[in-house]
C-alpha cells in the first residue's frame, strides 16, 4: 500500500457544491439497480471483475481505503467525502468521482440511515481498456494535461449516466455479463474520455512510443495467465530488454508487470471458481504453485477465502 502524501484533487466546472445539478438525469434506475446489488452492509463484490456495490446503513467513516487503479466511483444515494491527505472530495448522486491512480485514502459517508442507507458502485477501470480506446480514438500519443490531477468531481451527465445503467443491467443476468457487460465497460471508458475527466483518465495509462509494446504485452500475459511467465520472458517478446521493459510497463500501466500479471490471475481464478472448479484446481490454472499462496493472495483480494467466496457469488 502507498504511504500517504499530498493528493492534486480537481471538481468539476460546478464547484465542490454543485449538488443538484444534475441536468435531469433520473437517478431512479440507477439507485434502484445498486440497491438489488448492495444487499448486506457495507461492501459486495459484483461477479464482474472490479465492479463493487457499497451499503452504509449510518453515518461512518471507512479509514484506509486502497484504490489500486484508475476507479469510477457512482453513487445510487446519499452523501459521501473522500479524504486524501488533508484534501477531500465530496459527492452524491448528482456526481460521479474518478481517482487517477493508485493511492490510500478515507471515505465518510455523512447522509445515510436504515431506511434511506447511502448506496454506491465502484469500478476499477482495466489501464489495458484506456490504452486500447486511446488507441481506437487515435489520440495514443496525447498526453495528459500538466494539471491532471489525482481525483476528480464532475457532474453526472447523461452519457455517463446510461453507460453505467447500461453495465449495471447486464452484470445481474450470467449471458449478459459475458457478453453485454464488457462493451458497456468499452463505452463507459469512451465516455470519461471524452469528458471532462479525459486528462486524469489518460494519465492513468502514460502514452509514449512505448506504449504499442507495452499494450502487446497487456496482451500477452493476459492471454497466457494460465502459465508461468518471467519478466524475461515477456520483454523478449516485445523485443525489450528485461530491465527496460519493466521500468516502461510501470511508467505506461503505474504498476509493474508481476503485480499486473497477479491482477490478472486474481481476475481469472475468480472465473474459473463460478465455473465450478475446486480451489485446488483453480490455482493451478490461475498459475500458482501453491494452494495456501494462492489462498493467501485471494482473501486479500477479495476478502474471502476462494470457497466462501464462490458459494457467496453464485447466489447474486
Do not use: W
Amino acid at each position: 500500500m502507498l504511504q500517504r502524501s499530498k493528493a492534486r484533487l480537481r471538481h468539476g466546472p460546478e464547484g465542490p457544491h454543485a449538488a443538484g445539478l444534475h441536468r435531469g438525469v433520473p437517478a431512479g434506475e440507477r439507485s434502484a439497480l445498486i440497491a438489488s446489488q448492495a444487499e448486506a452492509e457495507g461492501c459486495t463484490d459484483a461477479a464482474f471483475p472490479g465492479l463493487r456495490f457499497v451499503r452504509v446503513s449510518r453515518p461512518s467513516t471507512c479509514p484506509g481505503l486502497h484504490a489500486l487503479g484508475p476507479t469510477l466511483t457512482v453513487v445510487g444515494q446519499g452523501r459521501t467525502t473522500a479524504r486524501f491527505s488533508e484534501h477531500e472530495i465530496e459527492y452524491d448522486a448528482s456526481r460521479y468521482a474518478v481517482v487517477a491512480r493508485e493511492v490510500v485514502f478515507e471515505e465518510a459517508v455523512m447522509e445515510a440511515d436504515s431506511t434511506s442507507p447511502y448506496l454506491a458502485m465502484s469500478l476499477e477501470i482495466p489501464p489495458d481498456a484506456i490504452a486500447r480506446m486511446l488507441l481506437a480514438l487515435a489520440d495514443a500519443s496525447a498526453e495528459p494535461a500538466a494539471d491532471a490531477a489525482m481525483a476528480l468531481v464532475s457532474d453526472l451527465d447523461t452519457p455517463i449516466e446510461d453507460a453505467v445503467v447500461r453495465l449495471l443491467r447486464a452484470v445481474r443476468d450470467p449471458v449478459e455479463r459475458r457478453i453485454v457487460a464488457p462493451l458497456a465497460l468499452e463505452e463507459l471508458v469512451f465516455r470519461l474520455l471524452r469528458s471532462e475527466a479525459a486528462a486524469m483518465v489518460r494519465s492513468a495509462v502514460r502514452r509514449d512510443r512505448d506504449a504499442d509494446k507495452i499494450q502487446a504485452a497487456m496482451r500477452f500475459l493476459r492471454a497466457n495467465v494460465e502459465r508461468p511467465l518471467s519478466v524475461e520472458e515477456v520483454a523478449r517478446h516485445v523485443a525489450m530488454s528485461p530491465s527496460h521493459f519493466a521500468h516502461r510497463f510501470r511508467a505506461v500501466a503505474r504498476v509493474s508487470p508481476m503485480r499486473y500479471l497477479k491482477e490478472l490471475r486474481l481476475q481469472h481464478a475468480r472465473t474459473l471458481l463460478l465455473s465450478g472448479l475446486r480451489a485446488s484446481e483453480v490455482a493451478q490454472r490461475a498459475g500458482y504453485e501453491s494452494a495456501s499462496h494462492f489462498t493467501r493472495d485471494f482473501k486479500r483480494c477479495f476478502g474471502a477465502s476462494p470457497g466462501d467466496y464462490a458459494e457467496r457469488l453464485r447466489k447474486l
